[in-house]
């Protein structure tokens, strides 16, 4: 991965900020206005104390140092004020481009094809969008527009100390160059540990989901001494590189404050032949200290964003593949397309998953109402079947028609709507029954009632959440959504193997009634519901 900060890196980072941070134009104007304003408030400020200093305390002029010590006061108290509404300001930008960056994340993996879930699990998912985003949100947190501030204070340092004394003016900037050669090399060296720090954390999500979804064979088979020292060796190996960042941070900001101190002693003894030779008054010598601050800072600034940016550039490299990803086709659904799917047919499909054929030829036609089964051993490729039809994948050959014409004439989201489907992968999700049976198609009561009293599911659990329920009880869950979702198509993929033996029977018995006027694709191992079925298609 190029890990280079170059004008490529930065313009693309800036762009993805920009394109959700767009809509907070004023906020990021009105930060702009108060950093110019904290910039001239602190400009002031050493010049203030140069008058206290030469007219009042020199001079012994106590009514001099009453008014400047409360102008002082005064410019301090409202350089704070505005720093704080700026840290609002900035806190809010920040926040919306974050939401942003979500909201697109969240939308991006609604339509991604289907092949990036093979291949990326969940955590992965997750720790990757989650690191990725906050740290390009980076970019737009206070401790760049701070950065921004301490830049335009830079300048105004430079007039500023070119006017009290160029001689020293001179000395200062000389050793800018030395503290940034410095930085830098130290910059050069967090790129690569951060980087390296990044791979090692992605290697644990891995690892992490594997241990998590076989924790149940890890119990069995006696294996947690392995994953407890798998786990150790890995994390071991990003605490080292955590380790090696701290001392690196340290070791910056001490480089950080002997450059600046060594600078100082120096002004301070050059200075002092000044003040002795009368070329330079006491005043003059605080407030010039006081501009190399403001001078000498931003070296350390720029680089501490260079630091950013050296963890800014892993983190869009990766974001910026992730949002290039194929998704999937989706432009013929602009035309909103109602149709009515008379007839299902395969015509030669084959499909691979890049590990050889897992249907090779398949032809079959299933017209409106009729009753279709599916069986074949596992790895037939019944369940790839369904993955084709819902335009999960394309058929890599063959074609698969809609009432005769190809199934890429139609919007696919207008097949979907018009399946509901039960299988091993269809999700029971975090809410409760209710809302896991309309899937936010609105609730009807009393039909809830009698599904609900039909397949013998308990609506007292209406108000739970149901994600922990059992295999059995899923399964009567899904199928009570396909009942009130009411959809022209159903697939049954195994969808009451795990119900118990006398509840099955009953389901059997109201097979016809439930699905007497709808086209079925059932799905299974065995040949139960055979007779109900009016074509058998053998993998």
Same mark, same amino acid.
Not at 299 to 328: C, H, W, Y
Not at 366 to 386: A, D, Q, V
């Given at each position: 991965?190029?890990?280079?900060?170059?004008? $490529?890196?930065?313009?693309?980072?800036?762009?993805?900020?920009?394109?959700?941070?767009?809509?907070?134009?004023?906020?990021?104007?009105?930060?702009?206005?108060?950093?110019?304003?904290?910039?001239?408030?602190?400009?002031?400020?050493?010049?203030?104390?140069?008058?206290?200093? %030469? %007219?009042?305390?020199?001079?012994?002029?106590?009514?001099?140092?009453?008014?400047?010590?409360?102008?002082?006061?005064?410019?301090?108290?409202?350089?704070?004020?505005?720093?704080?509404?700026?840290?609002?300001?900035?806190?809010?930008?920040?926040?919306?481009?974050?939401?942003?960056?979500?909201?697109?994340?969240?939308?991006?993996?609604?339509?991604?094809?289907?092949?990036?879930?093979?291949?990326?699990?969940?955590?992965?998912?997750?720790? %990757?969008?989650?690191?990725?985003?906050?740290?390009?949100?980076?970019?737009?947190?206070?401790?760049?527009?701070?950065?921004?501030?301490?830049?335009?204070?830079?300048? $105004?340092?430079?007039?500023?100390?070119?006017?009290?004394?160029?001689?020293?003016?001179?000395?200062?900037?000389?050793?800018?160059? *030395?503290?940034?050669?410095?930085?830098?090399?130290?910059?050069?060296?967090?790129?690569?540990?951060?980087?390296?720090?990044?791979?090692?954390?992605?290697?644990?999500?891995?690892?992490?989901?594997?241990?998590?979804?076989?924790?149940?064979?890890?119990?069995?088979?006696?294996?947690?001494?392995?994953?407890?020292?798998?786990?150790?060796?890995?994390?071991?190996?990003?605490?080292?590189?955590?380790?090696?960042?701290?001392?690196?941070?340290?070791?910056?900001?001490?480089?950080?404050?002997?450059?600046?101190?060594?600078?100082?002693?120096?002004?301070?003894?050059?200075?002092?032949?000044?003040?002795?030779?009368?070329?330079?008054?006491?005043?003059?010598?605080?407030?010039?200290?006081?501009?190399?601050?403001?001078?000498?800072?931003?070296?350390?600034?720029?680089?501490?964003?260079?630091?950013?940016?050296?963890?800014?550039?892993?983190?869009?490299?990766?974001?910026?593949?992730?949002?290039?990803?194929?998704?999937?086709?989706?432009?013929?659904?602009?035309?909103?397309?109602?149709?009515?799917?008379?007839? *299902?047919?395969?015509?030669?499909?084959?499909?691979?998953?890049?590990?050889?054929?897992?249907?090779?030829?398949?032809?079959?036609?299933?017209?409106?109402?009729?009753?279709?089964?599916?069986?074949?051993?596992?790895?037939?490729?019944?369940?790839?079947? *369904?993955?084709?039809?819902? $335009?999960?994948?394309?058929?890599? $050959?063959?074609?698969?028609?809609?009432?005769?014409?190809?199934?890429?004439?139609?919007?696919?989201?207008?097949?979907?709507?018009?399946?509901?489907?039960?299988?091993?992968?269809?999700?029971?999700?975090?809410?409760?029954?209710?809302?896991?049976?309309?899937?936010?198609?609105?609730?009807?009561?009393?039909?809830?009632? %009698?599904?609900?009293?039909?397949?013998?599911?308990?609506?007292?659990?209406?108000?739970?959440?149901?994600?922990?329920?059992?295999?059995?009880?899923?399964?009567?869950?899904?199928?009570?959504?396909?009942?009130?979702?009411?959809?022209?198509?159903?697939?049954?993929?195994?969808?009451?193997?795990?119900?118990?033996?006398?509840?099955?029977?009953?389901?059997?018995?109201?097979?016809?009634?439930?699905?007497?006027?709808?086209?079925?694709?059932?799905?299974?191992?065995?040949?139960?519901?055979?007779?109900?079925?009016?074509?058998?298609?053998?993998?």
């Amino acid at each position: 991965m190029d890990m280079r900060i170059g004008k $490529g890196s930065l313009a693309k980072a800036i762009h993805i900020i920009w394109k959700e941070a767009k809509n907070a134009k004023f906020k990021i104007a009105l930060s702009i206005f108060l950093l110019l304003a904290v910039s001239v408030l602190s400009l002031l400020i050493p010049v203030i104390t140069k008058y206290i200093i %030469d %007219d009042g305390i020199i001079k012994q002029r106590l009514d001099v140092v009453q008014t400047f010590a409360i102008i002082l006061l005064v410019t301090i108290f409202v350089k704070c004020i505005l720093e704080v509404i700026n840290a609002y300001v900035v806190s809010n930008v920040n926040v919306q481009v974050k939401m942003g960056l979500f909201k697109r994340a969240i939308k991006k993996l609604e339509y991604i094809h289907f092949d990036y879930f093979n291949h990326n699990n969940v955590t992965k998912i997750f720790n %990757d969008m989650n690191n990725d985003i906050n740290t390009l949100s980076l970019l737009c947190d206070a401790t760049v527009f701070r950065a921004l501030a301490t830049i335009l204070t830079l300048f $105004g340092g430079i007039i500023c100390i070119l006017i009290l004394n160029p001689f020293l003016a001179v000395v200062t900037l000389f050793s800018i160059p *030395i503290k940034y050669l410095l930085m830098h090399f130290l910059a050069k060296i967090n790129k690569k540990l951060t980087q390296i720090l990044i791979q090692i954390n992605s290697k644990f999500a891995i690892w992490f989901s594997d241990f998590i979804s076989g924790i149940r064979d890890i119990r069995i088979y006696g294996m947690s001494k392995q994953s407890e020292t798998e786990a150790e060796n890995i994390k071991r190996e990003a605490f080292a590189q955590e380790v090696k960042l701290a001392v690196l941070s340290g070791g910056k900001d001490s480089v950080d404050v002997i450059v600046s101190q060594i600078l100082t002693t120096l002004i301070y003894y050059l200075g002092s032949i000044l003040i002795f030779n009368k070329e330079m008054s006491l005043g003059t010598l605080i407030a010039f200290l006081s501009y190399v601050v403001y001078v000498t800072t931003p070296v350390g600034t720029l680089m501490n964003l260079k630091f950013v940016f050296a963890s800014v550039v892993p983190a869009l490299n990766r974001i910026q593949k992730f949002f290039d990803e194929k998704e999937e086709c989706l432009e013929i659904d602009k035309k909103k397309t109602e149709i009515k799917i008379d007839s *299902i047919e395969f015509k030669q499909v084959s499909f691979d998953y890049g590990c050889g054929k897992v249907i090779d030829g398949l032809s079959f036609k299933i017209n409106r109402g009729e009753k279709i089964m599916i069986t074949g051993e596992n790895g037939s490729g019944k369940s790839t079947i *369904i993955s084709l039809l819902l $335009g999960l994948y394309k058929p890599t $050959g063959g074609k698969i028609l809609i009432n005769g014409r190809n199934i890429d004439e139609f919007p696919i989201t207008e097949i979907r709507n018009k399946i509901s489907i039960s299988d091993s992968v269809s999700h029971i999700f975090n809410r409760d029954i209710c809302e896991n049976i309309s899937l936010g198609a609105g609730k009807t009561k009393d039909k809830m009632e %009698d599904i609900m009293k039909e397949l013998g599911l308990d609506f007292s659990m209406r108000n739970e959440g149901i994600i922990n329920v059992s295999s059995g009880e899923r399964q009567k869950v899904l199928l009570a959504r396909i009942l009130y979702l009411n959809r022209d198509i159903v697939v049954l993929d195994e969808a009451i193997a795990n119900i118990d033996v006398g509840f099955k029977e009953k389901i059997e018995k109201l097979f016809n009634e439930w699905f007497e006027n709808k086209t079925l694709i059932y799905i299974s191992h065995s040949g139960e519901l055979f007779e109900k079925m009016d074509k058998i298609v053998k993998l």
